[in-house]
């Protein structure tokens, strides 16, 4: 039954003893971003030419972008400006003295961890106790490695798949986001330094859910991860992408983008559970999470579904979309984005439909608490040639005491007169009936309000494969400590 | 109490002990001065008027915070109840069937039930009870309550009629099988056939260990669930206690002579 939650611990647990980071151990590069550094990390990976010339591209791109000041400003979120030239942006991570072991960690720190089912190993790798490799980019480690290559299934770090498979990556790369794309997505393609790398070849269903464990570990750095994706014709992949960070004082900044392109027939299943550091209590510390996630349903009947749970962050701008160019293509996003303390998020989805028949569902779940502010900002544009487009949207908030804030922006954009749009959407408190009748039989406040929300948000988790779920429902549990009473 | 209901009583082991309790809502005194003593094995039925503060009883004894106790103590089987949260209250042993269950999205019936019945057990340090375990006793009270199981695939209390949420509180209570159990206004919203099947559910739950505290409006309950007691309640104060004749008295009467007849003498249970 736990099977895949253990292949999740162990595919973490492996990344953590070995990888890229006895390569890196000695380097850093100085902060700040130039072209020379640039230049620096593409030589250290030891890319060929095409790569370089890409990074740089979308190196020239972004200091154009940011020396017009372009950083996106139109999301609901408030944080101060961010200095580009502090980060570090490859990294081997300080030798700080750290902790010299778990006693020394913060009892609470422990508590969490214990109530996730982290096990013990990589809670010291998140407390960054006892390590002898850090990590600030994290390789895939691939388990079961030999039956997938007897189907043909490639699944490696982006890194490997860069030497193993320079073709895929070329072809590829930059076709659902180009490094043009954004702010942050011209960020990323310049510095990203590692991620994960699936094919899944012609007619190959892909018979294990693959997964892959994303942790910031370092201080002072930033995450710039790159996934791609590529079911071919008739090709299956569930793929599923786990996150959590230690705790430090200062923001860090994650800007990652994920690509996935589904050709004829194929459909990709992408889950997301993410739990990087949310800040403390006060709004102190925590993550951006400025992600540009996109998939592509190039071809016919193809299909791609995006799930994803958000518990995490101090800042979440992060909108998993579709692209639905081939005819009868369908996409799907199922969300649940809790903020509680200090967090806001601004998350959603595009759903661009080109071909006919088309056909998209979302499916949004915000809970706010504390003095969270979530905000849906979901695009539905159905352009000329999509006949008998259909999108259905659901969207509904969870509010948890009265300082927190939901907020809907609903953009729907349809040139084609024969397009069906649904759209249906609800605020909420949790009521004090409901709570007390929970009570009543015996549970506690804060079990009660768990209980409630995961209720609310079942919608979403029967999406995740059911190992996830239970992870899913753990975390929002967690996550929602002290809302309440 | 009354002589009639001190003699009827033959092991008197108290369960509940209510003494002088005033209840305020918002400023204002609903409860003024209640005492009862229930003890285990009986069954009382609070009845009276609407306003009379039947229901403010109920929910002060299950422990809802908006109700501020302003004066007077309540000790259940020993301990003090007012310093109880629900939860606390619930895992001790007081059940309440609510007059109005809510519907919660998302959360099955059976999943929500043995969750309860465990963070009970967990709290009493009894060891948590497996589905395996708790699906044939479950099955048992489904049985008892005359309820197909599938309804209990739904949502708690989501899309059932006002009869199946009645049933449904009273297979909870089966199933945590409370110290005493308080049942607000049960009868309200039920017909004739829902209600001899909630009775029938009570009755059989109706224990040398386990005391009940039925609070209802009119007689007709009464006819299923017949009463040890039967105390009226009119304006925050119990005028009248008596045996289960009482309340066909009333059902007689009406509770305005009652009333009536108790302002002109000082209410027996001060």
């Known amino acids: 039954m736990n099977t895949n939650v253990d292949t999740i611990r162990n595919l973490a647990e492996r990344d953590y003893k070995w990888g890229f980071v006895t390569d890196i151990e000695d380097e850093r590069v100085p902060q700040g971003l130039n072209e020379e550094i640039i230049r620096v990390i593409s030589a250290k990976k030891r890319e060929p030419e095409f790569m370089l010339d890409w990074r740089l591209k979308a190196y020239r791109h972004w200091e154009s972008l940011e020396k017009a000041q372009a950083e996106p400003k139109w999301a609901n979120i408030k944080y101060g400006p961010i200095d580009y030239q502090a980060i570090v942006y490859y990294s081997a991570p300080k030798q700080k003295p750290g902790l010299k072991s778990l006693d020394e960690l913060d009892p609470e720190i422990l508590r969490t961890y214990e109530k996730l089912g982290i096990p013990l190993a990589e809670q010291k790798m998140l407390a960054g106790v006892a390590v002898d490799a850090v990590f600030d980019s994290v390789s895939v480690a691939t388990t079961f490695k030999e039956k997938l290559a007897e189907l043909g299934v490639i699944f490696c770090s982006f890194s490997e798949a860069v030497q193993k498979h320079p073709e895929l990556v070329k072809k590829y790369l930059g076709s659902v986001v180009p490094h043009t794309d954004n702010f942050f997505a011209a960020l990323n393609a310049a510095v990203f330094t590692d991620g994960s790398f699936v094919y899944v070849p012609k007619g190959v269903r892909c018979p294990l859910e693959l997964s892959t464990y994303f942790r910031i570990n370092a201080a002072e750095t930033g995450q710039f991860e790159r996934t791609l994706i590529v079911a071919d014709e008739g090709a299956y992949v569930s793929y599923l992408e786990g996150c959590t960070a230690p705790i430090r004082d200062e923001n860090q900044l994650h800007a990652a983008v994920v690509e996935l392109v589904a050709l004829d027939n194929a459909q990709i299943k992408y889950s997301t559970v993410q739990n990087w550091y949310p800040g403390d209590k006060q709004g102190r510390g925590g993550i951006y999470n400025f992600v540009t996630k996109r998939g592509k349903c190039q071809g016919m009947n193809s299909k791609i579904s995006w799930t994803q749970v958000e518990t995490g962050s101090a800042i979440t701008w992060k909108y998993p979309s579709c692209i639905l160019q081939g005819d009868n293509s369908a996409g799907e996003f199922y969300s649940v984005a809790l903020t509680n303390n200090y967090q806001q998020a601004d998350t959603g989805t595009k759903m661009i439909h080109l071909g006919k028949n088309t056909t998209s569902t979302i499916v949004s779940k915000g809970i706010s608490a504390g003095h969270g502010q979530n905000t849906y900002r979901g695009m539905v544009k159905i352009l000329k040639g999509a006949a008998g487009a259909r999108n259905y949207t659901q969207c509904d908030s969870l509010l948890i005491g009265d300082k927190c804030g939901a907020h809907t922006f609903p953009y729907i954009e349809v040139k084609n007169s024969t397009a069906h749009m649904e759209h249906e959407a609800s605020t909420s408190k949790i009521g004090e009936d409901q709570l007390f009748y929970l009570q009543q039989r015996g549970l506690k406040m804060e079990d009660a309000v768990s209980m409630i929300v995961n209720g609310f948000c079942k919608q979403v988790f029967r999406e995740l494969p059911m190992e996830f779920a239970v992870e899913a429902q753990k975390l929002l549990g967690v996550s929602l400590e002290g809302s309440v009473g | ?270």
Do not use: W
């Open chain 2, 1 to 270: 109490m009354t002589e009639l209901a001190m003699q009827k009583r033959k092991e008197p082991m108290s369960l509940l002990e209510i003494r002088n309790l005033h209840v305020a809502v918002g400023g204002h005194e609903i409860l003024k001065g209640i005492d009862l003593q229930v003890n285990a094995g009986e069954v009382h039925s609070i009845m009276g008027p609407n306003g009379s503060g039947k229901s403010t009883l109920a929910q002060v004894l299950s422990r809802r915070e908006a109700y501020q106790v302003t004066a007077g103590a309540v000790s259940f089987h020993g301990k003090d109840l007012l310093a109880m949260k629900p939860e606390e209250a619930a895992c001790e042993g007081v059940f309440m069937a609510f007059q109005y269950p809510v519907e919660i999205p998302g959360i099955g019936n059976t999943y929500f039930l043995r969750s309860a019945l465990n963070a009970i057990r967990k709290y009493r340090g009894e060891e948590q009870m497996d589905a395996i375990d708790f699906l044939p006793m479950f099955r048992e009270k489904l049985q008892l309550l005359e309820m197909d199981e599938k309804l209990m695939n739904r949502s708690l209390n989501e899309g059932f009629s006002g009869g199946e949420k009645k049933r449904n509180e009273i297979l909870q209570m089966a199933v945590l099988e409370p110290k005493f159990a308080i049942l607000d206004e049960t009868d309200s919203g039920l017909d004739i056939d829902a209600l001899r099947i909630v009775a029938k559910g009570v009755n059989a739950m109706r224990r040398p260990d386990r005391a009940m505290l039925v609070v209802t409006h009119y007689q007709r309950l009464l006819n299923y669930i017949v009463p040890d007691f039967v105390h009226v309640l009119v304006d925050g104060r119990i005028v009248r206690s008596g045996g289960a004749e009482l309340a066909l008295e009333l059902e007689e009467r009406g509770y305005g002579r009652i009333e009536g007849e108790a302002r002109q003498t000082a209410p027996v249970s001060a």
